[in-house]
């Protein structure tokens, strides 16, 4: 049994229930929307968003209530829209080693498609009464739209610090898991209280896997040999380079950026810069605060009863930072 197999143990009748909710939530008469629809639903990946609000919802209430599908299927349309707009702003033509949607009905159809998934997400809250989910996933678009403009003016101009790369992840990837968690509080009817603290647990965690990502692009990987450095590639500052850029000599912060900003196609020059964030320290460190923000996450749930749901729950947090791809 693989670890994502495990974790999702204590939810399979729910995440089997789900399935079938969520196509149905994509469903639509226009032909070439709904092979677009088979394509996204084909292609789908470990589905940790719905499991964080499942395994929520479960920890807090062994019943799991229509309530908390109709939050895993809206969190899970928005998801799938931001993914598709990502990859147009992005012009990437691959997701997950397949074609992306952008890649085969070019950026038209892409941006079209994720503003329907948008609708049909909107739609499903508002059918089913449910204006509290609503309001936590609408603040979680606006703030992942905030990130991903943030960051675009940042690496533009190439000056970044540590409090605005926090302010960026925070937004562009923590937000949504914290909306996952706090969407399956809320799915129980807990007080206000519960629900923003497991709000803030999902934005640990959110933090945590962000910066899992950002290690990745410097780290040898099993799958592909070696660091990709796609992050300096596409002239993005992550935590590793901005910690041992702030404490390198001026003359080293200027080869570096330099590097990033007119020579970041080419190979040599690449490994040049990843070799020096890995011979300062920088995935140490890197490492160091993510664990920081698993324990935080992790602090949260001391108070909250044992259960199987509880402990996929934990093996989740786990699973985030030990994670290869």
């Not at 990502?86 to 397949?98: L, M, N, P, Q």
């Not at 196609?265 to 920081?292: A, R, S």
């Amino acid at each position: 049994m693989s670890a994502v197999d495990k974790i999702k143990a204590p939810i399979k009748g729910e995440m089997e229930k789900f399935e079938p909710f969520f196509r149905e939530s994509m469903r639509t008469k226009v032909p070439l929307l709904n092979v677009i629809m088979n394509y996204i639903l084909r292609r789908k990946g470990k589905q940790m968003r719905p499991m964080f609000v499942f395994l929520t919802s479960k920890m807090l209430q062994d019943n799991v209530e229509d309530s908390t599908h109709t939050a895993a299927s809206l969190i899970e349309l928005l998801h799938t829209a931001t993914l598709i707009h990502d990859d147009v702003v992005d012009e990437a033509y691959e997701r997950r080693g397949f074609f992306s949607v952008n890649a085969l009905w070019k950026s038209k159809i892409s941006v079209l498609v994720g503003d329907y998934l948008l609708s049909k997400g909107l739609l499903l809250a508002v059918e089913n009464n449910e204006y509290e989910l609503l309001k936590i996933v609408s603040v979680a678009v606006k703030e992942m739209s905030e990130g991903e403009l943030l960051q675009i003016q940042q690496s533009r101009k190439l000056k970044i610090t540590e409090d605005i790369y926090y302010d960026i992840i925070r937004k562009k990837t923590a937000a949504l898991i914290a909306a996952c968690t706090a969407c399956g509080a809320k799915s129980t009817g807990a007080d206000d209280e519960q629900v923003e603290k497991m709000r803030m647990f999902g934005e640990h965690v959110g933090m945590a896997f962000q910066i899992k990502d950002d290690l990745l692009d410097y780290q040898n990987n099993g799958n592909i040999g070696k660091p990709s450095g796609n992050d300096i590639k596409e002239k993005k500052l992550t935590l590793p380079i901005i910690h041992v850029l702030k404490n390198a000599s001026k003359s080293d912060q200027k080869r570096i950026l330099s590097i990033v900003k007119r020579h970041n196609k080419n190979k040599k020059k690449v490994q040049e810069v990843i070799d020096f964030v890995i011979d300062n320290g920088g995935l140490d460190y890197t490492t160091q605060i993510m664990h920081e923000y698993c324990e935080k996450a992790l602090d949260l749930l001391k108070d909250i009863p044992e259960s199987e749901s509880k402990e996929a729950l934990i093996e989740l947090v786990n699973y985030v930072v030990i994670r290869k791809k």
